[in-house]
């Protein structure tokens, strides 16, 4: 593959404004930074139990001809966008999409890659210079215009979102609480202590729903979520499962929630003071500890845990920090798809133990998950890597003309049927207000 790199001054409008303009193939925006992709250079799909495995292989095996990253911040330079199927049994493919460009916003800097797949005869992997690299070309391709540094986009008006309908998902709500009922009892005797159910809804358009519009809208309005696109999932997820810069490990597990519309006072009341919530959550935490001891050191979770705000729901949150094992600890380097199947499922969307809850959750919720709840994000050539959980979205479907959302509940001794219904429409409040309906 072949790449350059621009450093970009400023984006007119605004990274928020671009998105909305754009149809990205890929995006991570958290803040006003992040990551937006344009176009496919090259993608690849895999299924099946060595879904990790085959995406990390072929992203490894890719060549690169362009300019040294050395001294650059990490946002230059080409990335995929990976969505991973929550179960192995999926239907749906598990996807790295590597972009035509990539808008990176950082901290350190906006940075504009450009990546085509090389011609056989162009040249050996020294060939350093941007020169003959048809940036321009791509741009124009993808309605962007970069003059003096400045980016911005030939058309700034973004398209019109239609109207959807709502409508049930694979089955009615009764099943899910006749699922939680069932999970409960299963907990009652003893087969294992909190799984994790979910389920799903419609929502049907007319038309194409265009994901740059809802991504901006998720944006806005979850400034303190992750809003991702990779392949036909998006959202806007308040859940990292694991970043990686360099042998940086970083994650925020959250597990124990309530819905805003009790008031702040009562909700942190519920949260914070609650066994039922403080066990659901040191489940999750301590399974991500577990998952990812094997591969890293001094892992540290935060205690006791925060309370994160969201305007939908409150969740107890730990932030959890540590590095990658070294060579020096008899370790080999590992790329971070590998780790972030590590640490998946962690028991804030599976449960405890994972296997029986896994067994559980198949039999009893009957749908099939596809990419909500397993891991999205991005993964670059140097390492690093953004995975978070992917929740609180949807999956486009029937020529984006319908929106399966999905949203499951952590189900523990004591759960009740009719709160943790409530709790699912709770979580979808994201996606459905991007898509202007109420529940
Ligand atoms: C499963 C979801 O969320 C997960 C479950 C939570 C819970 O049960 O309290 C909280 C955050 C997430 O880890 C979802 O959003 O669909």
Redesign the pocket.
């Known amino acids: 593959m072949r790449f350059c790199c621009v450093a970009v001054d400023r984006i007119h409008g605004g990274l928020v404004e671009l998105l909305a303009a754009a149809q990205p193939s890929g995006a991570w925006i958290r803040q006003e930074q992040g990551r937006l992709g344009l176009g496919v250079a090259a993608q690849t799909s895999a299924s099946g139990a060595d879904r990790f495995a085959d995406l990390a292989h072929w992203w490894d095996s890719l060549s690169w001809q362009g300019p040294s990253l050395d001294g650059l911040p990490a946002g230059a330079g080409p990335t995929a966008f990976s969505s991973i199927t929550y179960s192995s049994d999926s239907s749906s493919a598990s996807r790295l999409i590597l972009p035509e460009l990539i808008l990176a916003v950082t901290e350190q800097g906006t940075w504009l890659t450009g990546v085509v797949v090389s011609e056989p005869e162009s040249g050996s992997a020294e060939k350093p210079a941007a020169e003959g690299f048809p940036l321009d070309q791509l741009l124009q391709k993808h309605g962007l215009r970069l003059d003096d540094g400045a980016l911005s986009a030939l058309s700034a008006s973004p398209a019109a979102v239609p109207q959807a309908q709502l409508h049930a998902g694979t089955h009615p709500e009764q099943h899910y609480m006749d699922a939680v009922e069932a999970g409960v009892a299963a907990i009652g005797e003893r087969r294992l202590e909190k799984l994790?159910l979910?389920r799903d809804a419609v929502a049907a358009a007319e038309a194409p729903l265009p994901p740059g519009p809802l991504l901006a809208r998720l944006t806005r309005d979850y400034s303190d979520c992750w809003t991702y696109r990779a392949g036909d999932v998006l959202g806007a997820?308040?859940?990292m499962l694991v970043q990686v810069r360099g042998e940086e490990l970083f994650a925020r597990?959250?597990?124990?929630?309530v819905d805003r519309s009790l008031g702040e006072q009562g909700a942190r009341v519920q949260l914070v003071e609650n066994p039922k919530?403080r066990n659901?959550?040191t489940l999750?935490v301590e399974s991500l500890l577990e998952q990812l001891a094997p591969v890293s050191a001094q892992l540290r979770a935060q205690t006791p845990p925060a309370v994160l705000e969201l305007p939908n729901?409150y969740?107890?949150s730990t932030d959890v920090t540590g590095r990658l094992s070294t060579a020096e600890e008899g370790a080999e380097p590992i790329s971070p798809l590998l780790v972030a199947e590590r640490a998946h499922p962690?028991a804030?969307?599976c449960g405890t133990p994972t296997a029986t809850a896994a067994g559980l959750i198949g039999a009893l919720e009957d749908i099939d998950r596809g990419p909500?709840?397993g891991p999205v994000g991005w993964v670059d050539t140097r390492g690093n890597a953004d995975v978070g959980?992917a929740?609180?979205g949807g999956v486009l479907e029937n020529e984006d003309r319908q929106l399966r959302l999905?949203?499951?509940?952590?189900?523990v001794a004591g759960s009740e049927p009719a709160s943790?219904l409530a709790?699912?429409w709770a979580?979808?409040r994201p996606m459905l207000g991007a898509l202007g309906l109420k529940r």
Not at 253 to 257: I, K, P, R, S, Y
Not at 406 to 411: E, L, R, S, W
């Open positions: 994790v979910a997820t308040p859940e597990v959250l597990a124990g929630t919530q659901e959550h999750a729901v969740h107890l962690t804030a969307i909500f709840s959980i929740l609180r999905y949203a499951g509940c952590g189900i943790e709790e699912t979580k979808m």
